[in-house]
């Protein structure tokens, strides 16, 4: 049987594109370089292995992540399928064993009599050869061979492709207190794109104390011995080199005043926007180590982020991804080779539901392409739909991997205020995006013979 798609990698999001495929009727080859050649985190031959927790986090379609599993089980995800068959106790989050996941997903796909398994590491060549075939899926993750990677860059410019994520935490702009942070930029220039959060000496002191006694994350063992960057160094790093270094490095006050004080303060921590609605704020140059509970105890002490709501931690770890706004076209076609498309983590999504959903897209979105039919994208009300206008937003900003949340949603009109009810009706309005949407999916695939 000759395919007519091919995927590569068969992770969360390789799986999921290729069991799309397989079961809307074409022929796709999949192929997978372990057990042959592993990553330095996979440990096993399985296809969609967990590599750290075997949490999918909550089920709750009151919350991001649960409505994202809602609207990847309306279409038909295989990795919600397998999950819901291997749950174990996890509250209201959806845990599964993750032995068993993996090998429901492995063996479901070994079965699909669509499905070409190729056993081996893909190349660049390779991909070149194989879209002689059709559509190519590109969802090699997060630790995504060397070869496959240079190719990567090569194909889609120099500085285009990270092996690293340096980033720092991001908040929702609703949980800022503006009546301290104030807007600016230095020297006025810029207008108003900055959010300040001015220190006093003491609230300076206090804060630098709290992060340099802070719990460290725990580095993995193909993780040690990294240098880093002199440029994305841990905040921990630089404060601990003197008590002033963020005073004068990171955290400088120079053409700044705060208008409550007229007075030019001690030291700011900036807020950049992370996205055109301005409904999240990234902390700038806080790139951090410190584990998750640390970072919302440390920076809290921030003036102005006491209540801040925290959508992502800082992390620094090994992660290969795009820079999607400038390489990625808006259903994950590579616009520099628009027959390869991308998905999972690859495509600067983050988390495994998160990826599995990328994937899910792709293999849809090729089920169109060999029909010849338009790929219908998600509306940006719901979770899927967040997650690529996110990947496609072109504000000015250090591009960072980013999982499923609140402050991705466009804001409300007229806004509601209190937050219960705003999340109330987020949730909402993302559930009546989304059932428009599938009916469009829905007919575009009976279009192409398949159903959902
Ligand atoms: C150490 C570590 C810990 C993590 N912990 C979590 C966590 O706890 N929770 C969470 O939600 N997310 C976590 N992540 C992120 C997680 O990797 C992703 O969420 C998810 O696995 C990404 O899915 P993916 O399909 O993009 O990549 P993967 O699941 O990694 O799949 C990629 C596949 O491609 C294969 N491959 C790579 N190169 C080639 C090639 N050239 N040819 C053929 N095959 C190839 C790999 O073997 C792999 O099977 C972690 C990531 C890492 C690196």
Redesign the pocket.
Known sequence: MRPSATV????????EAAWQIARAGHAVRL????PA??????RTGH???????N???SDLESTPAGLLKREMRELGSLTLAVADRCRVPGGEALAVDREAFARGVTEALRGQPNVLLEE????GDDVARWLGDGPVVV???????D???EWLATVTGSGRLFFFDAVSPTVTAESIDRSVAFAGSRYGKGGEDYLNCPFTKEEYEAFVAALLAAERAPL?DFEQGVRYFEGCLPIEEIASRGARSLAFGNFKPVGLTDPRTGRRPYAVLQLRPENADRTLYSLVACQTRLKWGEQARVFRLVPGLQNAEFVRFGVI???TYLHAPEVLGRTLRLKAWPTVRC????TGV???????A??LLAGLWTVLDLSGLEPAEPPADCVLGSLLAYLADQTERDFAPM?ANWGLFPPLDPPIREKQARRAALAQRARAAFELWLQDVRTALRSAGAEL
Do not use: D, W
């Not at 590569?8 to 799986?15: D, K, T």
């Not at 969802?139 to 061979?145: E, V």
């Open positions: 590569i990698g068969a992770g969360l999001a390789g799986s192929v997978e370089m372990r050649r592993s990553t330095p985190a996979h296809f969609a292995e967990l590599v750290c927790s949490s999918f986090k081996r590491e893909a190349t969802a090699t993750g997060p630790l995504t061979s070869g496959l990677a993995h770890h090994r992660n998905a999972g983590q690859i983050e988390g495994y539901m998160e990826s599995a990328t994937g999982n």
